[in-house]
C-alpha cells in the first residue's frame, strides 16, 4: 500500500508540472462553461442544450476526457525514458502501477468536477436563475463517477500502448468523439438513427442520466426522466467501463512482461 500512495504523489507532482492540466482540464471547461451559457442567453430559449441545468453534466462529462490525455501523456513519457522499465526491477505489482496512475486521474476528475459545479453556481447568481439542490449535485457527481473512470483507465491504456508522440493525438481523437457523440452540444433527441448509435457509447448515456439529475430539458422543451434511454444506457456504461479497465491491466502487464 505504501508503494502504491508513494507511486501516486510522484505522478501527481508530474502532472503538476505539465501544464495541460492547468489550460485543458481546469481552465478550458470552465471557458466553455461560460461562452455556451452567454451563446445559450442570448438565444433566448433556442438552445435548451446551452441552458446550465443541461450544459453542466455535458460539460463535467466532456471534461474528462481531458484526464485521459493527461494520463495517456504521463505514461507514454515514463515508457520513454525508462523510468517505468527501472521500476520494473521493484518489488511493485501491476496494480501498483495502473492503480498509482488510476488514483491522481480520479482526484484531477474529481476536481474538474467541483470547480464546473462551482462556476456554474456563479453563473446562476449573476444571471439570477435557479441552480440545482445541493443533494441533486451530489447525486451528480456519483452518477458520472463512471465516466471518469473510464476514461482514467482508457488513459492509462492509450500511453501504455502508443509513445509519447502519438498518444496525443489518439486522445484527441476520444476528445472530439466525446463531444460530438456525446450529445453536449447537439440535440441527438432530435436525430433518430443517430442517437440510438450513440446510445451504445458511453458518453451520451452518461450525459443523459446526468441531465435527469439536474432536470433539465431536451430540444422539444420536455424535461429528462429516468426513462428507457436512461436506464438501458447504465448497460454500455458498464461495458466500456469494464473493458478500459480490464484492457488497461492486461496490456500494462503485457509491457511489463516484455521489458523485462
Known amino acids: 500500500m505504501d508503494r502504491l500512495f508513494n507511486f501516486s504523489k510522484r505522478n501527481l507532482k508530474e502532472s503538476l508540472r505539465d ?28 438552445t435548451p442544450m446551452f441552458e446550465l441545468k443541461s450544459l453542466l453534466p455535458a460539460i463535467i462529462t466532456f471534461s474528462y476526457a481531458f484526464v485521459m490525455l493527461t494520463l495517456s501523456l504521463l505514461v507514454s513519457k515514463d515508457r520513454q525514458t525508462f523510468f517505468l522499465k ?3 526491477s521493484s518489488p511493485m505489482k501491476c496494480y501498483d502501477f495502473v492503480l498509482g496512475y488510476a ?24 444571471d439570477k436563475i435557479a441552480f440545482i439542490s445541493f443533494g441533486n449535485l451530489l447525486l451528480l457527481v456519483v452518477s458520472q463517477l463512471p465516466m471518469l473512470f473510464i476514461n482514467v483507465f482508457a488513459g492509462i491504456l492509450i500511453g501504455s500502448i502508443f509513445n509519447d508522440k502519438s498518444a496525443p ?35 451520451y448515456p452518461s450525459v443523459y ?48 512482461v516484455s521489458d523485462k
Open 86 to 88: 527501472r521500476l520494473y
Open 209 to 256: 442520466i446526468g441531465r435527469v439529475v439536474t432536470g433539465a430539458k431536451n430540444f422539444f422543451g420536455v424535461t429528462y426522466t429516468f426513462n428507457e434511454i436512461a436506464y438501458l444506457g447504465l448497460l454500455p456504461i458498464c461495458i466500456w467501463l469494464l473493458l478500459s479497465i480490464v484492457l488497461s491491466f492486461v496490456v500494462f502487464k503485457n509491457n511489463m
Open 169 to 203: 493525438g489518439v486522445s484527441s481523437i476520444f476528445i472530439s468523439v466525446a463531444g460530438v457523440l456525446g450529445g453536449c452540444w447537439m440535440p441527438l433527441e432530435s436525430m433518430g438513427g443517430f442517437e440510438r448509435f450513440c446510445r451504445c457509447l458511453p458518453f
Open 19 to 46: 501544464p495541460i492540466i492547468y489550460v485543458f482540464c481546469l481552465a478550458f471547461p470552465v471557458v466553455m462553461l461560460v461562452l455556451f451559457q452567454i451563446i445559450g442567453k442570448y438565444t433566448q430559449g433556442s
Open 103 to 126: 488514483l491522481v486521474g480520479i482526484l484531477i476528475g474529481i476536481i474538474q468536477t467541483v470547480v464546473c459545479i462551482i462556476f456554474g453556481f456563479i453563473l446562476a447568481v449573476i
